[in-house]
């Protein structure tokens, strides 16, 4: 009798020590479905439209805004046809917003290739923008571009500021010794 007894606690124990590892698991697996999905945000924030890029941003736009750029004839061929136009500092007219624009590239790391940088001027809806990025990655475009323009709405509703375009900039970027492109936007009114 004393036999049986103890054979039953021992399975009572191991039923019992299965049930609160299959309860343990469960949990953990929950918590890792639902902690997965916010690193993959945090590290989108991290190089998306960050406080630095918006501060560029900011300051782009003020020049584009400003008497000493205006759009011409071409620029805005190149935004109806091409869907976008790759802004130059050699656009601005007054050689003390030329020498800030140029300041600013080279302070913010905007991403340039042979002396032109990688800010677009675009429409304010960005759907066409997105598929002009999308059929030219690799040959214009970075895919973290690509990956971006999928990562910003549409813009569908009309600005409240009565803004038409928008410029998207690309900067380049190091941190502990990896090299990473960001990205940010804002909108303009012109």
């Known amino acids: 009798m004393i036999k049986m007894r103890k054979l039953n606690r021992s399975g009572f124990v191991l039923v019992e020590t299965l049930v609160v590892s299959v309860f343990v698991m469960v949990i953990l697996s929950i918590m890792y479905t639902n902690f997965y999905p916010l ?4 590290e989108k924030r991290e190089v998306y439209d960050d406080i630095d890029g918006k501060y560029a941003a900011y300051w782009f736009k003020r020049i584009i805004q ?4 205006s759009f011409t004839a071409a620029m805005n061929n190149a935004i109806a046809n091409q869907k976008y136009y790759q ?3 050699s656009d601005i007219s007054d050689l003390s917003s030329q020498n800030l624009c140029n300041s600013l590239i080279t302070k913010f790391n905007v991403s340039t290739d042979g ?3 990688h800010i677009y ?3 304010y809806n960005t759907e066409e923008f997105k598929s002009v990025v999308e059929e030219n ?7 973290g571009l690509q990956d971006y323009m999928v990562f910003l709405p549409k813009y569908l509703i009309p ?3 009565d803004a038409s375009y928008r410029i998207v900039i690309e900067f380049h970027r190091t941190k502990d010794g990896n090299d990473y492109l960001a990205y940010s936007t804002i909108e303009v009114k012109k």
Do not use: A, H, Q, V
């Not at 690193?39 to 945090?42: A, H, N, V």
């Not at 400003?66 to 750029?69: C, T």
């Open 39 to 42: 690193m993959g945000e945090y």
């Open 66 to 69: 400003s008497d000493s750029f």
């Open 87 to 89: 802004f130059r500092c």
């Open 115 to 117: 002396g032109t940088p």
């Open 121 to 123: 001027l675009i429409t």
């Open 137 to 143: 990655e690799g040959e214009k475009f970075s895919g």
């Open 159 to 161: 600005s409240l500021n």
